[in-house]
């Protein structure tokens, strides 16, 4: 799920429903300026004309300016075919520290849209003064170009993400009308991705990354990531360890976990955070639900048990099943913020009203308004498939989900349906070979890197933030106790002193601060 995404499901949580099916295209005010910042650093000479490059900068409103960036198609092939790394710049002015990268999660999230959007928001303002703050569409996503491009028609789109089926869940049958879905969707992003389909991995983003902090003027790395975005500074940290300077990697992945086995933990995580939520509303009038918390689980696993026999129908026609269910659902929890929506939810789900549920699965596979899509999902897929072992491990999908189902008893299986097993039917029957990267993440050589942590993350559970922590040999941990999915620049003092602190005077904290 997008938890290894979303996170923009995983980019800052409490600007995750405003980002998730929005799409902002400022128009620039024309003014071009082409400036050489490169740092001149020795590099092999078929990567000079990457390393050396010349940017030209488009104003677009107030600080926020863009670019593109230009890097090899394949990193084993610089001399060949090129892409282009769109970038937008929110900049500090004088008495920068140099540029911030940032990523703000996914596979799929856009950083330009986070940047340009956001920036006030993202980090805090010390560190807006400190550093211009850099966001870049990793290769294939939102206006890099090409763009990966699965479906063109919204209405397969559709039929892709909310299409029911005449097997019921959980049946061989169900698995083989998936499969032969997945097929055309997966023949599809070949057809209109071409060869990029290929070179969309972390090693090849990790290796982009340098080329953008080489020709913004930095000598070192300074870099943001939240969730995903973690990975991409983790293999970053591997690949490039002495070209590293302050590093903070919020709501961390542990990049050694194969994909069955994260999705099993992080599935374990909504269903830690649903049992959180429901402590929360009992404590409310009007909580639709009765007795303990554990009862109220139970009332949710309920609903979802029998919703597919109630055959509800949204206001626009499309059919609401329990996968969707557990999609909406899922969505509410990756902030405490969206609590009172989970609650309306439920509420309508009572008076067979599925208008707010889909709504919520909307946000989650940004969805727009209009019924249209931005390329966040299919990204997700295709880089999962592109990076993991999830369609090559040897697990059917039906066991896959038993095995979810017995890490996450309430919720994961539902949410599992339209996630897990659609990526693994896909990854299955992926037109292009899983990436040789990394099998360990030590970054040997680095300074010290600040992983940020939080106990009850649904997304990337706090688990994994302690072992990401120990395989980096200069790892950090900073812990926040509480909700949500991510926390940097949040509200929470302890956690932005501490991060602020480390960025602007490079201070590491002595001991693990435990933040509340």
Same mark, same amino acid.
């Given at each position: &799920?997008?938890? =290894? ?10 600007? *995750? ?23 001149? /650093? ?9 390393? /050396?490059? $010349? ?18 198609? +394949? ?48 980090? +805090? ?57 997945? !097929? ?24 982009? &990354? ?24 983790? &293999? ?48 409310? !009038?009007?909580?639709?639900? +009765? ?9 949710? =696993? ?35 913020? $969206? ?36 390329? /966040? +999902? ?42 897990? #097993? ?5 990854? $299955? ?13 030590? *970054?040997?050589? #680095? ?66 601060? &435990?933040?509340?």
């Amino acid at each position: &799920m997008r938890a =290894r995404r979303l996170v923009l499901a995983a980019t800052v949580a409490a600007l *995750a429903l405003l980002l998730s099916g929005c799409q902002f295209f400022p128009k620039p005010n024309g003014t071009t300026t082409t400036v050489t910042t490169h740092t001149e /650093e020795a590099v092999p000479s078929p990567l000079k004309r990457f390393y /050396e490059q $010349s940017l030209t900068w488009k104003k677009q409103s107030g600080s926020i300016d863009s670019t593109f960036v230009t890097v090899p198609l +394949t990193w084993d092939d610089p001399a060949g075919a090129t892409i282009k790394i769109a970038i937008a710049r929110h900049s500090a002015g004088s008495g920068k520290l140099g540029s911030l990268l940032i990523n703000p999660g996914g596979p799929g999230g856009s950083g330009y849209d986070f940047v340009d959007q956001y920036a006030n928001y993202i980090v +805090t303002p010390s560190v807006l003064k400190k550093y211009d703050i850099i966001g870049f569409d990793p290769r294939g996503v939102g206006r890099s170009r090409p763009a990966i491009t699965c479906y063109t028609d919204p209405k397969k789109e559709d039929k892709l993400l909310y299409g029911t089926y005449s097997s019921p869940y959980g049946t061989q049958g169900w698995i083989d009308e998936l499969t032969a879905v997945e !097929k055309d969707w997966s023949a599809a992003c070949l057809k209109n991705t071409g060869p990029l389909l290929g070179h969309i991995d972390a090693e090849s983003n990790a290796r982009d &990354m340098d080329v953008i902090r080489a020709v913004l003027g930095d000598k070192k790395m300074h870099y943001l990531g939240y969730s995903y975005g973690t990975y991409l500074g983790t &293999m970053y940290a591997e690949l490039f360890p002495t070209k590293v300077d302050r590093m903070v990697l919020d709501g961390p992945i542990d990049p050694l976990v194969g994909q069955l086995d994260s999705l099993a933990t992080q599935m374990a995580g909504f269903d830690s955070a649903l049992k959180a939520y429901m402590a929360d509303c009992m404590k409310h !009038k009007g909580c639709p639900f +009765t007795g303990s918390v554990d009862n109220g689980l139970h009332q949710v =696993r309920a609903i979802l048990d029998g919703i597919d026999a109630r055959h509800l129908v949204g206001s626009d026609g499309r059919a609401v099943d329990s996968a969707t269910v557990g999609t909406g659902i899922s969505y509410t929890l990756y902030s405490q913020q $969206s609590w009172p929506d989970l609650t309306q939810m439920f509420k309508d789900l009572a008076k067979n009203d599925a208008d707010s549920t889909l709504q919520n699965a909307d946000g989650y596979n940004n969805r727009g308004p209009d019924g249209t899509y931005d390329n /966040e +999902t299919d990204v997700y897929a295709a880089v999962t498939c592109a990076e993991s072992d999830i369609g090559t491990d040897g697990v059917t999908p039906l066991e896959g989900l038993a095995k979810i189902d017995a890490a996450a008893p309430i919720l994961g299986k539902y949410f599992a349906e339209d996630d897990y #097993a659609v990526l693994d039917t896909a990854c $299955s029957n992926w037109p292009e070979p899983v990436a040789k990267l990394p099998t360990t993440f030590d *970054a040997k050589g #680095a300074p010290p890197i600040l992983v940020v942590a939080t106990t009850n993350d649904p997304a990337t559970p706090y688990a994994g933030g302690v072992s990401l922590s120990k395989q980096l040999s200069s790892g950090v941990l900073l812990t926040h106790k509480g909700e949500g999915h991510t926390v940097y620049a949040q509200g929470d003092d302890c956690v932005d002193n501490t991060v602020d602190a480390y960025l602007i005077n490079g201070t590491v904290p002595a001991t693990d601060p &435990m933040c509340n």
